[in-house]
């Protein structure tokens, strides 16, 4: 069975700073999404990822996928206040199955 | 633009009664999917449709059963609604076969049994 798990859970930055959020998850998956949810609204596309070594931008964000480990991240870079909300990951063997992590509430401070 | 619209955006049921919560989507895709959203727990999928009048068990079926007679629709039903049914549903749409896509969500219908 797929599992996919998050990290961090809570993430709070401050604006113009760094940092990454990591998806793993269990069994082989041949993709990878990325999520973005705003509070009270729902789930909005933002990547994804097809192979091993694939990478992906997008204004400040960056989700790049290492198959073998089974890893994908999302790196931040200069954070600011409007990038703050829930992000997702989801994984599956195919269209017909995705399976979402805990996701990651992202806080961007002044 | 894909459009997914799910029929309520709060519903307030009590104990033991029967729910319906439906979803349309208008791209004509294949898949249809059910999560349900609770805080540290991320999306769980309760159940996925491939087809008209087919569909597969997600993670957390009990309770829950579901009904698609048109493409273009997806039904998700509670049987007996019961308080831990509580929760964000969301309803989702993708195309099948070789087209790798990202999935489209609706709104999210918040459910609270009393």
């Known amino acids: 069975e797929l599992k996919v798990e998050q990290n961090p859970l809570f993430l709070s930055m401050q604006e113009g700073k760094n940092y990454t959020i990591y998806c793993n998850y269990s069994?082989?998956?041949?993709?990878l999404y990325w999520y973005r949810q705003d509070p009270g609204k729902s789930l909005e596309s933002l990547f994804v990822l097809l192979s091993n070594g694939a990478v992906k931008q997008e204004g400040r964000l960056m989700a790049s996928l290492d198959t073998k480990a089974r890893l994908s991240t999302l790196h931040i870079t200069a954070a600011v206040h409007d990038l703050s909300a829930t992000y997702f990951c989801a994984a599956g063997p195919n269209n017909n199955d995705m399976r979402f992590g805990a996701g990651t509430r992202l806080t961007v401070k002044p | 633009d894909v459009k997914v619209t799910q029929s309520s955006r709060y519903l307030v049921k009590r104990t033991g009664e029967k729910v319906f919560l439906e979803c349309v989507q208008d791209?004509?895709?294949?898949?249809m999917f059910w999560y349900r959203q609770d805080p540290g727990l991320g999306l769980r999928l309760i159940y996925f449709?491939?087809?008209?009048?087919?569909?597969e068990k997600g993670d957390i079926p009990e309770g829950y059963s579901v009904s698609r007679e048109k493409k273009e629709r997806f039904s998700l039903i509670l049987e007996s609604a019961s308080t831990n049914q509580t929760s964000m549903y969301l309803c989702?749409?993708?195309?099948?076969?070789?087209?790798?896509?990202?999935?489209?969500f609706g709104q999210g219908t918040r459910l609270t049994v009393v």
């Open positions: 449709s491939y087809d008209v009048k087919m569909k």
């Open positions: 791209m004509d895709h294949e898949n």
């Open positions: 069994t082989t998956s041949d993709r």
């Open positions: 989702a749409s993708s195309l099948a076969g070789k087209f790798v896509t990202e999935a489209f």
